[in-house]
């Protein structure tokens, strides 16, 4: 076991760097829930056979951001009722099988779940973003050098437009919807809770995406790689410099004091993918009810100890 590389647990409770918010840092972000509410709300359930009883299963397709045609799972008790909603996130080109089996799974405890499958990196999920200049592998730096080309930008508002398709539906409590997920998906989630009155819970396990300066200094293994890449293949200052300030539009850490609704997460102190500072980062600005649960013999990887209260949680907001 390795011991943990970065700040004590004592200097990460304290550790809070300044926010690097642009002067515009919100209204870029009205402006793009303006764009988005300019789409459409249309959403296609298409039914699937899975082996299971009590639950009804069906693959959906919403229009995302920028018109874009997004990919997903939804299952729900099968019972006629309206339930209490759930949306899941799910990892960086991490989705097996769409994780239906998560969907399932999380209707079976008593939810109506969507599964968004993010553009370009599963399913039929498209991704139209295009991006000026070239970038490494991955998605990390692809649109870098403008706020309106990052591929992120795309990607968060469509975690918004999920909210949105989930709380139409007839068969859901729209004021009892909640949010989760696990790295990018733990960033989304807190993304969506920051950039949506919709959520009423969010739990996030070692988000991705927080104190960018941090994670580009220090991460031991990738995506945040990708960044320290990029840098690598363009010698001109003035790259990296616009780079890093294109990034502080996206970065978590800037969003956390957004978020309204009680949040939940989850970290490992051996997280060589998700710096634990880093999660701190955006944690400590966070204003909202909050709790951290802290494993210190845990990566970035499957937490047991954080499953039964990642469940409790989701009850108390979303069942009680």
């Not at 799910?90 to 209707?107: L, P, R």
């Not at 995506?223 to 502080?248: C, H, I, M």
């Not at 309204?260 to 710096?275: F, H, I, N, Q």
């Amino acid at each position: 076991m390795i011991q943990p590389y970065d700040l004590s647990l004592d200097e990460l409770r304290k550790y809070k760097p300044a926010l690097t918010r642009q002067p515009d840092f919100l209204e870029f972000w009205e402006s793009n829930r303006k764009e988005l509410a300019k789409v459409p709300l249309k959403y296609e359930l298409e039914p699937y056979d899975y082996p299971a009883k009590g639950v009804k299963v069906s693959r959906v397709t919403f229009t995302g951001f920028m018109g874009a045609s997004i990919d997903g799972w939804f299952a729900v008790p099968d019972a006629p009722g309206k339930y209490p909603g759930l949306v899941l996130y799910h990892g960086y080109n991490w989705a097996f099988d769409g994780c239906i089996h998560e969907v399932v799974d999380m209707a079976l405890h008593g939810y109506a779940v969507l599964q968004m499958l993010v553009r370009g990196q599963h399913g039929r999920s498209v991704d139209n973003t295009v991006s000026s200049l070239g970038h490494v592998a991955g998605w990390m730096t692809k649109g870098i050098l403008s706020r309106e080309e990052y591929y992120y930008r795309a990607v968060y508002m469509d975690s918004v437009r999920a909210l949105e398709v989930l709380a139409d539906m007839d068969c859901v409590d729209d004021g009892r919807i909640g949010v989760t997920g696990g790295s990018q998906g733990g960033a989304l989630t807190l993304v969506s809770a920051a950039l949506s009155d919709i959520p009423a819970v969010a739990v996030a396990s070692y988000p991705y995406l927080c104190n960018f300066d941090r994670a580009i200094d220090i991460a031991p293994s990738s995506p945040y790689g990708e960044l320290n890449e990029f840098f690598r293949r363009y010698s001109d200052p003035a790259v990296e410099e616009q780079a890093r300030k294109t990034l502080t539009y996206f970065d978590v850490m800037n969003l956390a004091p957004e978020i309204k609704c009680p949040v939940l997460v989850a970290t490992g102190l051996v997280d060589e993918v998700t710096p634990p500072s880093t999660v701190f980062a955006a944690y400590n600005h966070m204003t909202c009810p909050k709790e951290i649960a802290v494993y210190r013999y845990f990566g970035h990887e499957f937490i047991p100890g954080f499953v039964e209260k990642k469940l409790r949680m989701l009850m108390k907001y979303l069942q009680d």
